[in-house]
């Protein structure tokens, strides 16, 4: 498992952060970030400040992860296969487009009210590219299970009913270096890793604001409102207390993270159980060419066509990081949830992992704690879109 950072290393990545950004972005001062190490420390170690209540499990011997993961194929990954790509009631026996009244009910394809959020019958099911390049892949509205099920292994968070209102779009994969370079701003990016060096890498070393001034950018190609203030340290003050009222491009929240991410599917990973097939991570045993990251969607994808939401970067969500974010702190169902709107509490919540942690971190369900400025080889991000 790979170490916290030294601090004077740390502190050298912020610098150089804001520094190379200066000359074609508007000046956007990186905090000085004192706990750095330490914040480091807990992203990449796993510490209780990532998001338990308390001090998670204990790891699990570097075997005993391994065996974790090593599954019959054909068993672990069956959510992949059959009704599991259905989004919504998992109950749902509605064929919506074949003219057949499969579920008895005298309503046909559409007309059923199984078939409100299918593709066959919704415009929402139109997947495109966005300015950028980025595949955009639609997402129903839906309940699921927030923090629950096979999901959180270790049992480090309450599980709540969480419900999603509203559609919405989100990148297929994370943002690659060719997308993040559309933005002339960004063709002399810096990235920290070099091993993986091709237009379809994902992007690294990407701060919180510099997703959000991207999303912005992307926003501004297709005529679209800014989400994010033009300095990308919040949302614009109209969507500080409803990011999904803004049409533009912005960072998803946990909530449609992990909503995406589970795809309607009880499975430990984002796209299966075996992990080797789904995510670039730290198991050496299992994959031993994944000591750094990899061009993206080169593995199985999930039951809605997401790729890399287990492994390869962590990727920043919109909300700041909240311990009782939704139902966290009592277990409630939640609406539409999103973060903290106390400026003050500036973490922003990570998720997915990255090709250098171990298995718990691939978890849907598991929360990372960073703060925004922080920049690193692990760090990445897909947009969202509301679907207006």
Known sequence: MRIAPRPEYAGARQRRCSVRSS???????IPTLAAAPALAACLFLGSAGCGGRGAPAADRPDSAATDSVRRDSAA?????????????????????????????????????????ADPACNAIGVAYANAAGSEMLPVHAGTFLMS???ADPDDLYKDHQVTLTHDF?????????AQWAANPANVAWTYYSNDCSGTDCPGDSISWYDAAMYSNWVSEQEGLPDCYRADGHDLAPDFVSDPFACPGYRLPTEAEWEYAARANADTEYSGGNNLALVAWFNGTTIRSDAGTSHPVCQLLKNAWGFCDMSGNEWEWTDDRYDEFYGGYGDGAAAVDPIGSTDATATARAARGGSWFNGPK????????????????????????????
Request: with cysteine; hydrophobic share 25%.
């Open 76 to 116: 672990s990954d069956s959510a992949n296969t059959g009704d599991s790509g259905r989004q919504g009631d998992t109950a749902t026996r509605e064929n919506c487009s074949d003219g057949i009244d499969n579920n008895g009910d005298g309503k046909v394809d559409c007309a059923d009210p199984e078939c409100v």
């Open 361 to 388: 971190y691939m978890t849907p369900a598991f929360r990372g704690n960073v703060p925004p400025g922080f920049v690193d080889i692990s760090m990445g991000f897909r947009i969202a879109r509301s679907a207006n």
């Open 148 to 150: 629950g099920g096979s």
């Open 23 to 29: 000359a074609s972005r508007p000046a956007r001062p």
């Open 169 to 177: 779009f989100l990148s297929e994969s994370e943002i690659t270096r």
